[in-house]
């Protein structure tokens, strides 16, 4: 059974950093080109930050050089460190394996949506 488990999300105010977590099961995980995902409310869901079985990264031009995705492939995991955060990056955060690789993508994945991690960006 295939499952994706994102963690790390939370309330911080403009300026701050999370780390996000996503532990995979049912997958061979190093297999798979791995992204996370935003949904803020009323919006479509966009792929974010993407990296490749061998680790080549690609972000969106609104979180570049201010978020790293990451992944350990022993356990199973993909990161995503944000920092400098800003209000609109607000949203409900997803990682999955993109069909489009390339940021913004097309909000789809290959495998089925976990449950997200809030991000809460206010003062």
């Known amino acids: 059974q295939v499952q994706l488990v994102e963690s790390g999300g939370g309330l911080v105010q403009p300026g701050g950093s999370l780390r996000l977590s996503c532990a995979a099961s049912g997958i061979r995980f190093s297999s798979y080109s791995m992204g996370w995902y935003r949904q803020a409310p009323g919006k479509q869901r966009e792929l974010v930050a993407s990296i490749t079985r061998s680790g080549t990264t690609n972000y969106a031009d609104s979180v570049k050089g201010r978020f790293t995705i990451s992944r350990v492939n022993a356990e199973n995991t993909v990161y995503l460190q944000m920092n400098s955060l800003k209000p609109e990056d607000a949203a409900v955060y997803y990682c999955?394996?993109?069909?489009?690789?390339?940021?913004?993508?097309?909000?789809?994945?290959?495998?089925?949506w976990g449950q997200g991690t809030q991000v809460t960006v206010s003062s």
């Open positions: 999955n394996a993109p069909v489009m690789i390339v940021p913004p993508g097309d909000g789809r994945g290959n495998l089925p």
